[in-house]
């Protein structure tokens, strides 16, 4: 990771920087097919850019349609998409299916190849995830990144497992864990604890992860709400009940909220006390999303309306 260049004002700065792709959902419903800005970490810049973080996106888009609607949908947000991100002939997309229970099933189109630059300034967060750490081949231009920020920087991570896109299990499960050592914060959803740790409960899969290298390991656990470990303390945090109408961006808008809060409270963020009300915020803002079609995060004054509680924002506003 680079340091700023010299002349680079603090509002040339960002707070958080994101890596990794951006696509086109496109959803099929019993009413027809609807088109969707998705991508786990774009939703999770987006999300971040919501919740008025400074926030930018190092990814991989074409300059076409699709590769356009994503550039709007993040600028609607005030997120910052990096030089070299509309670098691909062809925006990637991916096709979700509903179930009757609002959960999707993904089948894909896309090419990962990012640009070989690093953001040219340190943020506070550098977070990954998703098909991103995994695709050939620019899975390794992510890897190079993280190994360059992550003594700078909090590095937070979210594989999103994709097993269709993956190879053998053995070889997504070395993958993973390569980048162990490399992270601070490692989320999980309960079907990625699952297809990565089959035979382990989420209570022994935050051990292990912890024991790998990760300050703090979450697992999402849908209904059941989410786990959160530390070497030094565990909470269950309760889901937030809400009628569900869709699950797409709900573990990408936690993400969102869980970094806002980290941010917010600094080094402070892992201590129990803080952690839990951080565990919170996040399940809120996911049950504000699944309440509602699509990767649709929520803003600060929405989770503040939610929560009955003042949100703390000490961060820059991205303009």
């Given amino acids: 990771m680079q340091k700023p260049p010299p002349g680079t004002s603090a509002h040339d700065q960002l707070d958080v920087v994101v890596i990794g792709e951006a696509l086109i959902d496109i959803v099929n419903t019993p009413e027809g097919s609807i088109s969707y800005p998705g991508g786990s970490p774009a939703n999770v810049a987006y999300g971040l850019g919501r919740l008025g973080v400074s926030t930018g996106l190092l990814t991989a888009i074409g300059e076409d349609d699709h590769g356009n609607a994503i550039a709007n949908h993040l600028q609607s947000a005030g997120v910052r998409l990096l030089p070299g991100s509309a670098s691909l002939e062809r925006t990637a997309t991916a096709t979700a299916t509903l179930a009757a229970d609002g959960s999707a099933s993904y089948v894909f189109d896309i090419a990962w190849e990012l640009a070989p630059v690093a953001p040219a300034m340190i943020p506070k967060v550098l977070h990954t995830g998703s098909i991103a750490t995994f695709l050939a081949p620019g899975a390794s231009t992510v890897r190079s990144l993280l190994e360059q920020g992550h003594k700078s920087c909090l590095v937070t991570y979210d594989p999103n497992i994709r097993p269709a896109l993956l190879g053998s299990h053995a070889e997504a499960k070395s993958i993973f864990e390569d980048l162990l050592p490399l992270t601070d914060v490692v989320k999980l959803s309960d079907e990625d604890a699952h297809w990565l740790y089959p035979t382990s409960s989420p209570d022994e ?24 470990a530390t070497q030094s303390a565990k909470f269950n945090i309760p889901s937030v009940k809400t009628e569900v109408a869709d699950t797409i961006g709900a573990g990408d808008s936690y993400m969102s909220a ?32 699944v309440s509602r079609s699509g990767a649709n995060p929520p803003t600060v004054s929405e989770l503040q309306a939610r929560l009955g509680t003042s949100l703390s924002d000490p961060l820059p506003v991205a303009p």
């Fill in 205 to 228: 899969v935050t051990s292990r992860l912890l024991a790998q290298g990760a300050r703090l390991a979450v697992i999402t656990l849908g209904a059941d709400g989410a786990l959160l």
């Fill in 258 to 289: 869980l970094i806002f809060g980290l941010l917010a409270e600094g080094e402070e963020g892992f201590a129990p006390g803080a952690l839990e009300s951080i565990g919170q915020t996040a399940s809120m803002a996911a049950a504000i999303t």
